[in-house]
C-alpha cells in the first residue's frame, strides 16, 4: 500500500498538491455537437435551450452521454449526466478551526487525532467506485459515514443540497465522472484551474480529485480542502 502523507490543513487553504497522482485516462471524445443529441425525445429537445455549444437541460449541462461499459448504461436507450453550471459557492465558518471559508470543502472532516469519534476524517468507506455511472451511489455511501445533518459542509454534502433547476438528486461525481466532466470543461464552462473533488475512496486518509489546471488526477487527503462541482444523472 502506498505510504500516505498527509497535508498540513487549513480553513483558508486554497490550494493543495497531490500525495499520488496520474494522467487522467483518455476515453470517450469531449462533448459532441447537437446534431448528435437527435436520439433526445422529441419533447425534452423542446425544452433544451443552446448556450455557447453546450446544452441547457434539467437543471445544467450535458456533459457525458453514457456508453456501454458504464454503469447504468441501455442498450437502445441514452442517459449520461448533466453538470451544475458552476461550481458550489458557500460561504460557512469551518467547524474545526473556526476560519471563514467560501467555496471549497473538505472531502469528511478536520478532526485527525481520535479515531474512535464519529467525526475522524480517517474513516474507510473501502467500497466506492470509480466508474462513471457511480457517483450517486459513491455519494450516498460517503453521507451513511458522516451525515449532512451534523456534517453539512462536506463535498458530498454540498452537493446533495444542491437544488439546480428544482432537482435534489444531485451528487459528487466519481472519478470517472469527473474525467469527464474535465474532459469536456470547456462545453459545460464556470471551471477553474484548481483541485476538484471526486467522491472515489483512495484508502482511509484519502480521496481521488482532479485538477482542471493540467487534468492530472491524484489522491489527497479527505481532510483537505477542494472545490465541488455537482451532476446529476438524466
Known amino acids: 500500500m502506498a505510504q500516505i502523507f498527509f497535508l498540513p490543513i487549513s480553513g483558508r487553504q486554497k490550494?493543495?498538491?497531490?500525495?499520488?497522482?496520474?494522467?487522467?485516462?483518455?476515453?470517450?471524445?469531449?462533448?459532441?455537437?447537437?446534431?448528435?443529441?437527435?436520439?433526445?425525445?422529441?419533447?425534452?429537445?423542446?425544452?433544451?435551450?443552446?448556450?455557447?455549444?453546450a446544452l441547457i437541460f434539467k437543471g445544467g449541462k450535458i456533459a457525458y452521454i453514457l456508453q456501454p461499459g458504464d454503469t447504468g448504461y441501455v442498450d437502445g436507450k441514452q442517459h449520461g449526466l448533466i453538470a451544475a453550471e458552476e461550481d458550489i459557492k458557500t460561504i460557512y465558518t469551518d467547524a474545526w478551526d473556526k476560519a471563514s471559508v467560501t467555496g471549497y470543502y473538505r472531502w469528511s472532516t478536520g478532526q485527525y487525532e481520535n479515531e474512535n469519534k464519529s467525526d475522524y476524517a480517517f474513516q474507510a468507506l473501502f467500497n466506492t467506485s470509480i466508474q462513471v455511472g457511480d457517483g450517486k451511489d459513491n455519494t450516498d455511501k460517503i453521507l451513511a459515514k458522516y451525515p449532512a445533518a451534523a456534517f453539512p459542509n462536506t463535498a458530498a454534502a454540498v452537493a446533495r443540497a444542491y437544488r439546480g433547476g428544482g432537482y435534489d438528486d444531485w451528487f459528487l461525481p466519481s472519478q470517472g465522472e469527473l474525467?469527464?466532466?474535465?474532459?469536456?470543461?470547456?462545453?459545460?464552462?464556470?471551471?477553474?484551474?484548481?483541485?476538484?473533488?471526486?467522491s472515489t475512496e483512495y484508502d482511509a486518509g484519502s480521496a481521488w480529485a482532479q485538477d482542471f489546471g493540467n487534468g492530472t488526477q491524484g489522491y489527497?487527503?479527505?481532510?483537505?480542502?477542494?472545490?465541488?462541482?455537482?451532476?446529476?444523472?438524466?
Do not use: C
Not at 470517450?28 to 425534452?44: G, T, V
Not at 489527497?220 to 438524466?234: D, L, M, Q, T
Open 220 to 234: 489527497i487527503s479527505k481532510g483537505s480542502n477542494g472545490r465541488v462541482r455537482p451532476v446529476r444523472a438524466f
Open 179 to 198: 474525467n469527464q466532466l474535465y474532459l469536456n470543461r470547456s462545453a459545460v464552462g464556470g471551471f477553474v484551474a484548481d483541485g476538484y473533488w471526486s
Open 15 to 53: 490550494r493543495w498538491s497531490f500525495i499520488g497522482s496520474k494522467k487522467p485516462r483518455i476515453g470517450i471524445e469531449p462533448i459532441i455537437p447537437l446534431i448528435y443529441f437527435h436520439f433526445l425525445n422529441f419533447l425534452e429537445l423542446t425544452m433544451m435551450t443552446l448556450k455557447k455549444s
